[in-house]
């Protein structure tokens, strides 16, 4: 079972134990060898998930929205990408270059392509910019994707 995963990031700490939590629970409800996380892996939810989803035997194939997408992350999370970009099973890319809201979008759109469920650490709120958790959860089930919100109950983002 592909299981993309989509989420805010820059959620405040109490937040993300809540998500972690949440995450690793949902992890829990497949079987490790037939488990693979489809994730973009940046900081937050992406690479919550597919750390649980490895930690719990399953793997990890990864979505590179452009070719400049790493630069464009914290540095921080840097070595936690890298590691994980190590562990994937396959690697899929856009070939788009630059990364913005577009290239964003557009890796997402393969991401929902490639799951068969899609995970979304969604507060249900539009989406701040093009391409946003919102956009990627109105595309999944555009397409017909199944869409689980994970989001714990009472918690706002900033």
Do not use: N
Not at 130 to 153: I, K, L, S
């Amino acid at each position: 079972m592909r299981v993309g995963i989509t989420g805010h990031r820059g959620l405040d700490q109490d937040v993300e134990r809540q998500v972690r939590g949440l995450l690793d629970d949902a992890v829990r409800e497949w079987e490790p060898a037939e488990l693979v996380a489809v994730s973009c892996i940046a900081d937050g939810p992406d690479s919550w998930f597919a750390e649980a989803v490895l930690k719990h035997g399953g793997h990890l194939e990864v979505v590179v929205p452009a070719r400049e997408y790493r630069s464009g992350l914290p540095s921080w999370h840097h070595p936690t990408y890298d590691a994980l970009l190590r562990q994937a099973v396959d690697v899929h890319e856009t070939g788009l270059t630059t990364s913005d809201s577009a290239a964003h979008m557009a890796g997402s759109e393969i991401l929902v392509g490639l799951a068969g469920q899609l995970l979304a650490v969604w507060d249900g709120k539009p989406a701040r910019s093009h391409g946003g958790t919102a956009d990627v959860v109105a595309y999944a089930e555009r397409t017909g994707t199944p869409v689980q919100v994970v989001w714990p109950q009472g918690a706002t983002r900033g």
